[in-house]
């Protein structure tokens, strides 16, 4: 007898780093918030919605409302996927920051004539976003070019497969603990932080 199909679920990832790894520039009790109460509430929120799904699948749908459950899917398993990034995006103070290095910096070069018109476009989008979501930078193997893209909420479909190299978490739980209102300041602390060494990885492995 076949065994009933059921969605997989999902597993809140290790962190690469101790919470307190990033400080000055993004400080423990944010961490510890931010990948312990939010992170993991997406984990939940997936997991909770596939035991619904999988009651769909074996055939009670009774009182379920089936888009608003996808919809409810979407955004948590997306919003999963993005901070799983997004921390290996990061380095431990002292092992980020800087410049890329390696390929990254030859197709900055090329593509923008230097890191520091690439730091200041890339900047620019991080400080324009309006609301919610993330600042990306994308790679498009099919023109081998770089793409910085901005994400509303968790909304992703635009951004379709192109592996996204480096990542910025902006919603307000990411830095509102330590920089309150002033985002731009965690925008200019993030640099920082950058994981030069995880984008040069992502980057190799799509040229």
């Given amino acids: 007898m076949e065994k009933d199909y059921e969605l997989k679920k999902y597993e809140l ?46 055939g009670d749908v009774k009182g379920y409302d089936l888009a608003g459950v996808i919809r409810n899917l979407v955004f948590n398993v997306n919003g999963h996927k993005l901070h799983s990034i997004f921390w290996r995006a990061m380095a431990p103070n002292g092992k980020g920051g800087g410049k890329p290095g390696g390929v990254l910096e030859d197709l900055i070069n090329k593509q923008y004539g230097s890191f520091d018109v690439f730091k200041q476009l890339f900047t620019d989008s991080m400080k324009s976003l309006t609301g919610t979501g993330w600042t990306v930078l994308l790679f498009d193997k099919e023109t081998n070019r770089l793409e910085i893209s901005t994400i509303e909420n968790h909304f992703i ?29 965690y925008i200019d602390a993030w640099w920082n932080v950058a994981n030069w060494e995880f984008a040069n990885e992502v980057l190799e492995k799509n040229l």
């Avoid at 939940?44 to 799904?53: L, Q, S, V, Y």
């Avoid at 830095?175 to 300041?185: I, M, P, W």
């Fill in 13 to 58: 990832p290790s962190l690469p780093y101790n919470l307190d790894a990033l400080e000055p520039y993004i400080s423990k009790d944010i961490m510890d918030v931010h990948y312990n109460g939010h992170h993991k509430a997406y984990v939940n929120g997936a997991n909770a919605t596939i035991d619904k799904i999988n009651q769909i699948i074996k």
């Fill in 157 to 185: 479909n635009h951004i379709a497969e192109l592996p996204i190299v480096q990542i910025v978490d902006e919603f307000e739980h990411a830095y509102y603990l330590q920089y309150k209102n002033n985002r731009n300041a």
